[in-house]
């Protein structure tokens, strides 16, 4: 089976910026999306389409792609953005839908 | 706005069924396609199933396939998830989405309910 593959944690201080990678071969073909979640609450969609960001969501929150590999990068990090945040794709023929395991964000 | 209210969670035995409901305002539900999403208490995301907008096309994760149907019903605003043959591993939040509709054959989730928790126990 398919597989979206991110680093189970990142710390960041205040004002860095943070980055979080999600690799997997279909990346390469297809769209990669960004979700955060925080504790007890619904996922909230933040990047789409490797690189769009929705309506209401903060400018400091931007995404890339390069190849089997999409970036979420948070440019000063605010004690808010404490969450975890999960990629998702789909495989090649974009029927089946992929989480990554999730990245845990602390802010330090 | 949009809004998605799931239901019918609960503590089922193993082997058992359970029928969940996703209602929807706030947009033209019969023109989105709509997926299901579970979380496992303290694990990620995991897909479950999407259905078309017009309910001609349902595809699912390996995971429950041939047990789960999603459905819908465009005339109540509704999507269904029908749960058979339950086990353990189905222990989840169950989460309906509305698709992005970002791209052509592309899915996303873009906007979330709150979520309903299953619980399959003896």
């Known amino acids: 089976s398919y597989e979206l593959t991110q680093p189970p944690s990142v710390s960041v201080s205040p004002g860095q910026t943070a980055r979080i990678t999600c690799s997997g071969d279909?990346?390469?073909?297809?769209?990669g999306f960004w979700y955060q979640q925080k504790p007890g609450q619904a996922p909230v969609m933040v990047i789409f389409?490797?690189?769009e960001r929705p309506s209401g969501i903060p400018e400091r929150f931007s995404g890339s792609s390069s190849g089997t590999t999409v970036t979420l990068t948070i440019s000063g990090v605010q004690a808010e953005d404490e969450a975890d945040y999960y990629c998702?794709?789909?495989?090649?023929?974009?029927?089946?839908?992929?989480f990554g395991g999730g990245t845990k964000l602390t802010v330090l | 706005q949009v809004q998605l209210v799931e239901s019918g969670g609960g503590v089922v035995q193993p082997g058992r069924s359970l029928r969940l409901s996703c209602a929807a305002s706030?947009?033209?539900?019969?023109?989105?396609?709509m997926h299901w999403v579970r979380q496992a208490p303290g694990k990620g995301l995991e897909w479950v199933a999407i259905i078309w907008f017009d309910g001609s096309n349902q595809y699912y994760a390996d995971s429950v396939k041939g047990r789960f149907t999603i459905s819908r019903d465009n005339s109540k605003n509704t999507l269904y998830l029908q749960m058979n043959s339950l086990t353990a591993d189905d222990t989840a939040v169950y989460y309906c989405?509305?698709?992005?509709?970002?791209?052509?054959?592309?899915?996303?989730?873009?906007?979330w309910g709150q979520g309903t928790l299953v619980t399959v126990s003896s």
């Open positions: 389409k490797d690189t």
């Open positions: 706030g947009f033209t539900f019969s023109t989105y396609g």
């Open positions: 989405a509305k698709d992005g509709k970002v791209a052509p054959e592309t899915y996303s989730f873009g906007n």
């Open positions: 998702h794709s789909s495989d090649n023929s974009g029927t089946y839908q992929v």
């Open positions: 279909a990346l390469a073909k297809k769209y």
